[in-house]
């Protein structure tokens, strides 16, 4: 059974930064595709980065491109994503996800596999 363990959330000061990671277990990820996704109160879970567990592509929602950074370590199991330059906006709970699959999804319906979620606060 897949699980996925977020951790890395808390409280940082406009323009600080934060690495979030997902503990990845259950399987072997190849052929799946990694996501990250945030919510904020009132509001539906958006897309915030995706990369393919085979290879190096990644793809960005265009509010964190050029501030974030989604990586993996086959070693660990275990997804990354490094966020810089930070925004209140981006104050959310962020959620790790996982499909098997070849293409690019970027709604909360197409992955099969979630997180608990951690809590990130931006404010000063």
């Known amino acids: 059974q897949v699980q996925l363990v977020e951790s890395g959330g808390g409280l940082v000061q406009p323009g600080g930064s934060l690495r979030l990671s997902c503990a990845a277990s259950g399987r072997t990820f190849n052929w799946y595709v990694m996501g990250w996704f945030r919510q904020a109160p009132g509001k539906e879970r958006e897309f915030v980065a995706a990369?393919?567990?085979?290879?190096?592509?990644?793809y960005y929602a265009d509010s964190v491109k050029g501030r974030s950074t989604i990586s993996r370590d086959y070693a660990k199991n275990t997804v990354y994503l490094q966020m810089n330059s930070l925004k209140p906006e981006d104050t959310a709970v962020y959620y790790c996800a996982a499909v098997q699959g070849t293409g690019w999804p970027t709604r909360a319906y197409e992955y099969d596999y979630w997180g608990q979620g951690t809590q990130v606060t931006v404010s000063s």
């Open positions: 990369l393919k567990w085979s290879g190096d592509s990644t």
